[in-house]
C-alpha cells in the first residue's frame, strides 16, 4: 500500500510487476499495470504508450453505460486502451475477446475523465481484506466519455448487434 500519486490523498494498492513473467491472466489484471495503463493511456497488450492516431477500444466487450445525476448516460471504460496492432492480436488470443468477435473501436479526440473507485472489485476480495479500515484506497479506475463518444459506442454496439444477430441467423438456418 502506498500513497497514491494519481490521486492525491489516497492511498493506492500495488502490485509487483514481473513483465514478460508468466502466464497473461485474462480477466485477473494487476492492479498497479491496470491503473497505469488507464492514468497514462498505456496499451493493455504490450504496456507502451498510446497516441491518439492509434489508440483503440473493444466496445462490446468492455466497459458499460453509466447513469449520470441527470439520468444521462455515458460510456465508461475500465480497460486501458491498445495499439491497433494488439488490439488484433488480442481479440485472437483472449477467449473472452475471441467469443465476442468484434471490431476494434478507434478512441476519439474525447480521452475521457479519469474517475477512480475505491469499492472492491472482482479478484481483489482476498487482498482488501489485509487492508487497514476506514482509509479510501484506489482500487480501480475507468474513464468516462463525453456524449460524441458515448454515441459512437452505441453506434458500434448496435452494429456488431445486427452483425451477431445475422450470423447466428444464418447459422441457425443451416443447422
Ligand atoms: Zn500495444
Redesign the pocket.
Known sequence: MDPSTDFPGLLELNQKQALGVGTPLFGAMNATRLRRGMVDL???????Q?VRQDRYIFPVASGGLVTLQDGLQQYGCNVPP??R???LRASHASPHLSKVSEPPLRCARDEGRLIYRTDVTPGLEAIAAALPQGVDVVRSCYRLYGDAFTAKVMGARKAWETTTLTRRATRGGRA
Do not use: N, P, Q, R
Not at 498505456?42 to 507502451?48: I, N, R
Open positions: 498505456l496499451c493493455h497488450v504490450c504496456g507502451k498510446t491498445m495499439h496492432a494488439c488490439a
